[in-house]
């Protein structure tokens, strides 16, 4: 069953309690069908055709329980070639139906269609999926929601309701446009017209008043907000006026539960709390805000503020579920954009549960170390050629350990599997930079980057650390990392160069924090570990689009083990070609 997440808490909530109660085996099967369209949406009074997934903007959710098959029939029936990526979902030996084009599959092209399969395994929580392919995520992306398995209980107090909370970047043009603009002259790409809450704008935004989405509660009651970063370019604050938010669970992933009054959530994360709200009818309205963090990025972003409203139910009114409309509406404090000291505070705060039931399971030791710088650099522009980058005879390039990615023009997975390899990519990713220098300090006079399709190889089952030094080349900025077919565990983090004798005797083994979207700090570092456990490519990319477009993407090899459960699985039958 295919369900809106823009349905009411009470409809909602109606699903959850039928998954609950139905008592479904381990393994059920759950059967979507996705309708790639185009559909007519107005926003800040400006009407356009955007791509969507069966006509519903933001898409309908994936509901699934710990231990159940996924199954998505997608079909394309707009002018762009489409792939969609279950974020966050290990894809345990069924990395065809990771979804990043030209990585594990080929797009999905114009009147094709493509199922996509996947087993829940060992997760529960909030997830996302989103289009992977240039920037049609902007409008096509919905939740993930995983429920524990039949007749096992959340680790924290049950809440009366659950609710997705997405944020997402709203363009008056069309992004397609605007990437293709920005790649063309090598300069940034004109930022958004808005942020949005469940793709609402909300009455911070000119003509946006009746565009807001309201969250409508009872005094008394307990609310799980799965909260979903779906905004392209920007990392967010957010807080709602007057309630402390507890932080239980992150990236699908169970933590010691902490109550703060603001979260931080990079592009690609997802947070879940627990909203208590008061014991009773308080006569008035609370604003929730969403507003972006930022450091010392090149050229423009979005500035702006995105507001729900949380509203009580008026136990006085002579109707049921009766909202006051006339009431105060109080206003949260957010950080200031640049607040790194929060941001850091805020991170280190979160740690693994790390019980009998949910243990930690950390790699003690290591088999594989590496070290990758990651941030922006430059091209030089074509001959003769006048370019919008940080010089007008440059182009802006990202890159990790100065290597700009190069999308292939077939699967990497696919040509790994057939053996034919040659000419698609090179398995000589470096483990290091080549030209080491003082990443967060005065940048080195040559900020141009190579390109190239490398990847990194890894054996079956090698215990891997990975650290990634943010650099200051073209300013210092924090970039979320997002790794595909893995969790991984935050063992460390810190400001300024990461010193390899002094920094791993802080990390943290025992109850880190696990993770699949991490943000490297602002001219700072994080060190991460993680278990080669799935065979197959896979992705590792920033999370702001704008990056990827420039080139801060790679992926890694895991080759199969040598056991039959540690082998890939072959590709299904109706894999698209190239």
Not at 6 to 16: E, F, K, N, T
Not at 390 to 409: E, G, I, K, M, Y
Not at 469 to 477: D, H, K, N, V, Y
Not at 515 to 541: C, E, K, L, S
Request: aromatic fraction near 10%.
């Amino acid at each position: 069953m295919a369900v809106s997440y823009l349905l009411p808490c009470s409809a909602l909530v109606a699903v959850l309690v039928l998954l609950f109660s139905v008592g479904m085996a381990a393994g059920a099967i759950r059967e979507y069908q996705f309708d790639v369209q185009m559909t007519n949406v107005t926003r800040l009074c400006s009407s356009k055709s955007i791509v969507t997934v069966n006509g519903q903007f933001p898409g309908p959710t994936v509901f699934a329980r710990e231990g159940d098959l996924v199954v998505v029939r997608v079909v394309n029936h707009v002018p762009y070639n489409m792939s969609i990526h279950w974020h966050g979902i290990r894809q345990l030996r069924s990395g065809w139906a990771d979804g990043p084009a030209y990585i594990t599959q080929c797009p999905i092209q114009s009147g094709q269609s493509y199922v996509y399969k996947f087993t829940i395994t060992g997760q529960r929580g909030t997830l996302w999926w989103h289009a992977h392919i240039s920037w049609l995520r902007a409008t096509v992306y919905g939740p993930i929601v995983i429920l524990p398995k039949p007749g096992v209980p959340y680790p924290f107090p049950a809440p009366d309701k659950e609710v997705p909370i997405m944020f997402g970047e709203w363009w008056t043009a069309d992004t397609e446009a605007v990437i293709s603009q920005a790649l063309q002259t090598g300069g940034g790409p004109n930022v958004s017209d808005a942020f949005t809450i469940n793709g609402l704008p909300g009455p911070l935004y000119n003509c946006s008043a009746k565009d807001t989405f309201k969250l409508k509660v009872q005094p008394g009651k307990t609310y799980m907000l799965r909260i979903i970063n779906a905004a392209l370019n920007d990392e967010l604050f957010f807080s709602i006026a007057g309630h402390p938010l507890t932080i239980v669970d992150v990236d699908a992933v169970y933590i010691k539960p902490i109550t703060v009054e603001t979260i931080l959530i990079t592009p690609g994360q997802t947070t879940n709390v627990l909203l208590t709200t008061k014991p009773s009818y308080p006569g008035a309205t609370y604003y929730m805000l969403a507003a972006p963090y930022s450091t010392g990025r090149p050229g423009t972003f979005d500035n702006t503020t995105v507001a729900g409203i949380l509203e009580y139910e008026d136990p006085a009114s002579p109707s049921p579920a009766a909202f006051n409309k006339n009431l105060p509406v109080l206003r949260p404090t957010l950080p200031q954009i640049n607040d790194t000291s929060f941001v850091a505070n805020y991170t280190g705060k979160l740690r693994s549960l790390a019980t009998a039931e949910y243990p930690a399971d950390v790699p003690r030791e290591v088999d594989r170390r590496f070290f990758f710088t990651v941030g922006l650099g430059t091209h030089p522009c074509a001959v003769n050629g006048t370019c919008q980058g940080p010089t007008n005879d440059t182009r802006f390039a990202a890159s990790v350990n100065n290597v700009s990615f190069v999308l292939p023009t077939t699967a990497l997975l696919q040509s790994h599997f057939t053996g034919r390899s040659n000419r698609v990519y090179s398995p000589n990713f470096p483990a290091a930079p080549l030209i080491p220098f003082n990443y967060t300090g005065t940048p080195p006079n040559n900020t141009n980057v190579s390109n190239g399709t490398k990847l990194v190889v890894l054996p079956y089952g090698a215990s891997v650390e990975l650290v990634m030094q943010g650099t200051s080349i073209l300013g210092a900025e924090s970039h979320p990392l997002h790794l595909h077919g893995f969790n991984f565990f935050v063992v460390g983090q810190g400001f300024g160069n990461f010193d390899p004798v002094k920094d791993p005797a802080k990390y943290n083994l025992v109850d880190p924090v696990e993770r699949n979207t991490v943000g490297v700090p602002a001219a700072g570092w994080v060190a991460i570990r993680f278990r080669a456990d799935n065979p197959g490519v896979w992705f590792m990319h920033c999370h702001l689009e704008v990056h990827v477009s420039w080139g801060l993407k790679m992926a890694w090899l895991v080759l199969d083990g040598d056991r039959p459960n540690e082998k890939l699985l072959p590709p299904p039958s109706d894999l698209p070609k190239c």
